[in-house]
């Protein structure tokens, strides 16, 4: 799993975004935005020993990744939770769930979903999300 990203120049700064996460960094430089969008991607999952990677594509687009997708998964759920300002209460609620436990286990990284439940967790936080899947070969470890 990879988080689609662009970075593009806005003055004097070059700018990184990962539209997926609603999240944007800066850099003065363009390598330098690269690096800023792996040290925030690394806050936000805030686990040892996870692994995240960048994978520079053509026309500045460029791609996330992780050696554990679960925390992208997790990270994925959260943001777009927390987007939504819902509850995990809400969201267990909202998927017919009696205990948010169940939802929050996802959220955790501690159960890993089919792509057919992240959807419907993806629409529980975002009812408007959808799921795109896209072939990244092209793209080189930056």
Request: net charge positive; proline share 2%.
């Amino acid at each position: 799993m990879r988080f689609s990203g662009k970075v593009y120049k806005d003055g004097e700064f070059w700018l990184a975004e990962i539209p997926i996460l609603d999240a944007m960094t800066q850099g003065r430089t363009k390598k330098e935005a690269f690096e800023m969008a792996l040290d925030m991607i690394k806050a936000m999952i805030n686990k040892e020993g996870v692994e995240i990677d960048i994978y520079k594509g053509k026309n500045d687009g460029f791609e996330i990744a992780s050696s554990d997708s679960s925390c992208l998964v997790s990270l994925l759920l959260q943001r777009k939770r927390q987007i939504s300002g819902l509850s995990l209460s809400q969201v267990s609620k909202r998927l017919g769930l009696s205990s948010r436990n169940s939802y929050a286990r996802y959220e955790k990284g501690q159960a890993a979903p089919t792509i057919g439940k992240l959807g419907e967790l993806l629409r529980a936080v975002d009812p408007k999300a959808d799921i795109v899947i896209n072939d990244s070969n092209a793209l080189t470890k930056a």
